[in-house]
């Protein structure tokens, strides 16, 4: 069965500190893909970046960073620079074939609490 | 570009009252689509999807029901609200037969069963 774990309940950090969110997954599946979400108090989950599992290159978009690792299978962000706006919940995901239909398993989420 | 629209954004129902929440999408033709249960403790559920008009899959057994009457329309309904059925409900959609392709999630509905 897939899974996504996500340990770090609730992260408070100070602004313009660097803060890393953890990701662990779990699959049998050779070909898949992992999804990061944000979502903000208002409740909209944002879509942040995809990763196939074919491409171990790390990425950079801004403050945001990501760290993909098929060795230990974890996909972690960075958030460098914090800023209050970062406060959200942030999800992990990881895409299954069930079916006709491509599906996603969430992780439980991180609290992230950016103080001013 | 594509866009989806959930209403309402927030209900206050009575036990046993019915349920009808829709989701449209444009800007894209057949989508898949989601619908998502968010209950205290953030934990994301995935109650139905749907490939095409009039084809859904449960995804967990309970009181709920989903429709799709229309390709870019997808409702969910209930004929009696249960306590338990409180919660943020988020409709998405993604791209048909693209293996990466992102789910994109509606504003939600916050139903509160009273």
């Known amino acids: 069965a897939q899974k996504v774990t996500q340990a770090q309940t609730e992260i408070s950090v100070v602004e313009k500190e660097d803060v890393t969110l953890d990701c662990v997954y779990e699959t049998r599946d050779t070909t898949y893909y992992l999804f990061w979400y944000k979502q903000p108090p208002s409740g909209e989950l944002v879509f942040l970046i995809r990763?196939?599992?074919?491409?171990?290159q790390n990425e950079i978009s801004g403050r945001y960073s990501w760290n993909f690792q098929k060795s230990t299978s974890s996909f972690n962000f960075t958030i460098t620079a914090s800023q209050v706006v970062d406060s959200a919940v942030y999800f992990c995901?990881?895409?299954?074939?069930?079916?006709?239909?491509?599906?996603?398993?969430f992780g439980s989420g991180t609290q992230l609490t950016v103080l001013p | 570009s594509q866009t989806i629209h959930q209403w309402p954004a927030t209900l206050v129902q009575p036990v046993g009252s019915p349920l009808s929440l829709e989701c449209t999408v444009e800007?894209?033709?057949?989508?898949?689509l989601y619908w998502y249960r968010q209950a205290a403790g953030r934990g994301l559920q995935l109650l139905f999807y749907s490939v095409g008009i009039g084809q859904i899959s449960s995804e967990v057994p309970q009181n709920l029901s989903a429709s799709r009457p229309q390709d870019r329309q997808f409702i969910l309904s209930s004929k009696k609200l249960l306590l338990s059925d409180s919660g943020f409900y988020l409709c998405?959609?993604?791209?048909?037969?693209?293996?990466?392709?992102?789910?994109?999630f509606g504003n939600g509905t916050r139903l509160t069963v009273t």
């Open positions: 995901a990881l895409s299954e074939e069930r079916g006709p239909a491509r599906q996603l398993t």
């Open positions: 998405a959609w993604s791209a048909p037969w693209t293996a990466d392709s992102p789910l994109h």
């Open positions: 990763r196939n599992s074919f491409d171990e």
């Open positions: 800007g894209t033709s057949n989508p898949n």
